[in-house]
């Protein structure tokens, strides 16, 4: 069983950084694509960023290019989510994902497992 587990986020000022951390426990980490997905209240998930098991190899929604940065540490089994000049259309929670397989994944539904997910608010 893979467990997943969010940190670090938080209420922030328009303009503000927040890093977000995913802890993942339970497999080899390093065989499994990550996700970050966000949900907003009354809307549905979208997502945000992926990166491959190696390489790596990133994508950004269109939304966050170039304010976020999705990474990962496999000697730690963690994958990040930077996130610069945040806007108050960032405010959700946002959840961590992880798939068996390699390549990236950008649809929810090729994602294995999930984490509880962090809430970011962001103030205008």
């Known amino acids: 069983q893979v467990q997943l587990v969010e940190s670090g986020g938080g209420l922030v000022q328009a303009g503000g950084s927040l890093r977000l951390s995913c802890a993942v426990s339970g497999r080899t980490f390093s065989y499994y694509a990550m996700g970050w997905f966000r949900q907003a209240p009354g809307k549905e998930r979208e997502f945000v960023a992926t990166i491959s098991p190696s390489e790596p190899r990133t994508y950004h929604a269109d939304s966050v290019r170039g304010r976020f940065t999705i990474s990962r540490d496999n000697a730690k089994s963690t994958v990040y989510l930077q996130m610069n000049r945040l806007k108050p259309e960032d405010t959700a929670v946002y959840y961590c994902?992880?798939?068996?397989?390699?390549?990236?994944?950008?649809?929810?539904?090729?994602?294995?497992?999930w984490g509880q997910g962090t809430q970011v608010t962001v103030s205008s």
């Open positions: 994902a992880a798939a068996r397989r390699g390549g990236i994944a950008t649809t929810g539904a090729e994602y294995d497992y």
